[in-house]
């Protein structure tokens, strides 16, 4: 099945410093993805489409200039945290689909954000 | 608008007994249904999905669910879980948006084999 990789798997950072997560389709393409956040013990909520050579598009709630997006190639999408805030502290996941397959989505093993 | 409800949030079971995790969506559109497990700080992991044909569709690691038009439902089964069985479980409908599909999860029932 298609593989999806997401780097760091990890991080822990200072309130006020940015982080970058990067997430990367090993072997598709995908000119689309997709960017969702996890509170413990609740579900995933989508926070924004990543779309390559274009802006991205972000859901309702969720401030662009917070949480800044780029679509760099047909593989990989980087979220940027800026300025985070221990409330930033969540558990982020991307996941793409194979084009010509929309329906359905591969997800990354995900990254966990904690902001001291 | 699309929305996923699982109602239970834990479902705990003894090993080999069969389970059911039970989800119903809401929908004024035709979607997809997936079912996802999620191991402690793991990403997401498709166990099964229903694009269209058999209503019955069965996934990996013998799980098996059954898409019910007339009911909403996609109700994830197993006739016999095992230890390792024990995690998240989220079922998910997949929904034209924008030129795009957009996942909706439901809150997710976790799932606790016990020995």
């Known amino acids: 099945g298609a593989v999806v990789s997401q780097h760091p798997s990890w991080v822990i950072c200072k309130s006020g410093t940015s982080v970058k997560i990067e997430c990367r389709s090993l072997d598709f393409q995908a000119t689309t993805m997709f960017w969702y956040r996890q509170f413990p013990k609740q579900s995933l909520m989508l926070m924004a489409t990543?779309?390559?050579?274009?802006?991205?598009?972000?859901e309702q709630g969720v401030e662009k200039d917070k949480f800044l997006i780029n679509h760099a190639s047909l593989t990989l999408s980087t979220l940027t945290v800026t300025s985070a805030h221990p409330e930033d502290s969540s558990f982020y996941i991307c996941?793409?689909?194979?084009?010509?397959?929309?329906?359905?989505?591969?997800f990354g093993p995900g990254t966990r954000l904690l902001v001291l | 608008a699309q929305s996923v409800t699982q109602l239970d949030s834990q479902v705990p079971v003894f090993e080999e007994a069969p389970v059911e995790l039970r989800c119903n969506y809401s929908?004024?559109?035709?979607?997809?249904l997936f079912w996802y497990v999620q191991y402690p700080n793991q990403g997401l992991q498709l166990l099964l999905k229903y694009l269209s044909g058999s209503t019955l569709v069965k996934g990996i690691n013998g799980f098996e669910a059954e898409f019910n038009k007339s009911q909403t439902s996609f109700h994830l089964r197993k006739p016999s879980v095992h230890i390792s069985d024990t995690a998240e479980y989220f079922c998910?409908?997949?929904?034209?948006?924008?030129?795009?599909?957009?996942?909706?999860f439901g809150t997710g029932t976790r799932l606790k084999v016990l020995a």
């Open positions: 929908s004024s559109v035709s979607v997809y």
């Open positions: 990543s779309n390559e050579g274009s802006k991205a598009t972000y």
């Open positions: 996941s793409a689909p194979i084009a010509g397959g929309l329906e359905t989505q591969y």
């Open positions: 998910a409908v997949n929904a034209p948006s924008g030129g795009t599909y957009k996942y909706i």
